[in-house]
């Protein structure tokens, strides 16, 4: 089996192998977890050939027997071998009720290094965090960037390969797949109901689920767009709907905490004050949002290249917010390690009316943080309008920091 190498997350990963401390490796279903797990697998038997390296994997038949903690220690009081090194990878472990038990006596007894993934954050807020705060790490995979994108496909980087990305998005196994809308819509119509049903439903125990699958929807034809809950219960309520703010804001932590869509709040930029009230959503993967959707290039691509700036900003790690000030919004504002900056996303500057907007927003910040304007431009961009840098948006995407 051919393993690409995904550099940017095993990097992360590798000063933390031997050090004592849980590798927990989170993310969507089917953005290649488990695929940097078999990798950090294979680099370790290559650095140390006489390791005891253990394989869970929950979705195979095989370990169809491991369901709580007490069937684990079990099955691993067979597999540890206290004459070795060993290293314990688990795939899906919030599939294994009470989990955290096992985890914390391997590593209070120093049995092995333990790997681990998992498809819902409420493993980190819930199970983790109770019971292993402080002895774990966390390293959030994503869906493809589009360098890796290109990697993945063998594609050259010009027009036609962005168009690609922004409607099939970056599921690694697409790669093994034609892109074209038939098979790849396939596939990806088929990972999203499994996300809704294994991840959302079943690990939240959601009752209704057509209005799950409403909401899905909704959030999907508003990406980028500032939106609050109580503002679709209106909304929902119009359409003959009854649904409370509550449980409006329940189903969509759901989705969030299955990492199908991400919340951005909003921030009044004099002051970094965060607002209560109306945030933006995005999808992690954007060609499950297009596969729900339908896909339409010309009445979407506000939409998608702001998601898609969303995407590889939280790839390379940054905080992200809507900002706010003096009534006027700018798209991002990112924040790392004491950097800033701020993105404006726009399709195309066709006429001074657009240029002002764009710019004039980012214009009126009193301060000296970089400040990006982001379109499909063909021409004119990569260049530099009063400290303001106008770049394509491939340019922007293939930027490995700011």
């Known amino acids: 089996m051919k393993i690409i190498d995904r550099p940017l997350y095993s990097k992360r990963i590798k000063p933390f192998i031997g050090k004592g401390i849980i590798k927990v490796l989170t993310g969507q279903r089917r953005v290649g977890k488990s695929y940097i797990m078999l990798q950090l697998m294979e680099e370790i038997k290559t650095d140390h050939p006489d390791a005891n390296v253990i394989y869970i994997n929950m979705e195979y038949e095989e370990f169809r027997m491991i369901h709580n903690d007490q069937d684990l220690s079990q099955y691993l009081k067979t597999q540890i071998n206290p004459a070795k090194a060993n290293y314990l990878f688990i795939d899906e472990i919030q599939d294994i009720d009470h989990f955290e038990h096992t985890l914390r006596d391997l590593q209070a007894k120093d049995s092995c290094d333990i790997f681990c993934t998992g498809s819902n954050a409420k493993m980190l807020s819930g199970e983790l965090a109770t019971y292993l705060s402080g002895r774990y790490i966390e390293f959030h995979i994503h869906s493809l960037s589009y360098p890796e994108f290109l990697l993945f496909h063998q594609l050259p980087d010009d027009q036609q390969s962005l168009t690609k990305y922004l409607t099939y ?200 943080y970089p400040k990006y304007v982001v379109s499909l431009n063909p021409l004119n961009t990569g260049s530099n309008i009063e400290g303001i840098q106008h770049l394509h948006l491939a340019d922007f995407l293939k930027k490995q920091d700011f």
């Open 169 to 368: 998005g970056g599921l690694p196994y697409l790669s093994r797949l034609e892109l074209n809308d038939e098979m790849a819509f396939e596939y990806l119509r088929n990972v999203y109901s499994t996300i809704l049903l294994k991840d959302v439903v079943k690990r939240e125990g959601i009752r209704n689920i057509d209005f799950l699958e409403t909401l899905a929807i909704y959030t999907a034809d508003n990406i980028g767009n500032l939106f609050s809950a109580n503002n679709i219960s209106k909304y929902l309520k119009s359409q003959r709907v009854d649904i409370s703010t509550l449980q409006v804001i329940n189903y969509l932590k759901a989705l969030s905490n299955a990492f199908l869509i991400h919340k951005v709040g909003r921030i009044e930029i004099n002051g970094l004050k965060k607002f209560e009230i109306g945030e933006k959503y995005f999808f992690e993967d954007i060609g499950l949002r297009n596969s729900q959707i339908g896909f339409d290039l010309q009445r979407d691509i506000h939409k998608l290249i702001e998601n898609a700036i969303y995407l590889h900003l939280s790839i390379l790690q940054y905080e992200i917010y809507v900002g706010q000030q003096d009534g006027l919004e700018i798209d991002f504002v990112a924040l790392k390690q004491g950097k800033k900056i701020y993105v404006q996303a726009t399709y195309l500057i066709v006429d001074e009316k657009t240029k002002e907007r764009e710019f004039g927003n980012l214009l009126a910040i009193p301060d000296n």
